[in-house]
């Protein structure tokens, strides 16, 4: 892991907002978050969306969610409970935080830091 903190993908279509529905997204922004909390912009990877009409073929979300697996969070505008079930149980917490990016990133950032905190971690 080195000086990565965290790995965090952001589903957007223009990499300045999170605004992709997880099921729907096609490119999520891979970003690193250091120990200082400074941010990087990784690279973009390709998915194949997996929502067909509100229903989520098994397969590509298992498919999408090795895809991700490098990545402790995922930042979307929104993701169904199926979905985020599996993904949690992959060790990938998704967030539903639409926004601009740098603005979800720091949300999702002081949340996981306040977690800790109550969890004493």
């Known amino acids: 892991m080195g000086d990565r903190k965290y790995r965090i993908g952001v589903a957007t ?3 300045i907002v ?5 099921g729907r997204a ?7 978050v250091d120990h200082d909390g ?3 912009r990784v690279e ?7 929502c067909q009409g509100g229903n989520h073929e098994d397969a590509a979300l298992q498919k999408n969610a090795e895809i991700f697996s490098d990545c402790q969070y995922l930042l979307v505008s929104r993701i169904g409970p199926r979905a985020a079930d ?3 149980k992959k060790g990938i917490g998704a967030f539903e935080i639409p926004g601009m990016i740098d603005d979800s990133v720091r949300e ?3 949340y996981v830091e306040v977690q800790k905190l109550l969890n004493g971690a």
């Not at 973009?44 to 997996?50: D, F, H």
């Open 13 to 15: 279509s223009d990499n």
């Open 18 to 22: 999170v605004n992709q529905h997880f």
């Open 26 to 32: 096609a490119h999520f922004l891979i970003i690193d």
């Open 38 to 40: 400074k941010s990087s």
């Open 44 to 50: 973009t990877r390709t998915v194949t969306p997996i």
């Open 86 to 88: 599996y993904l949690e």
């Open 108 to 110: 999702l950032l002081a």
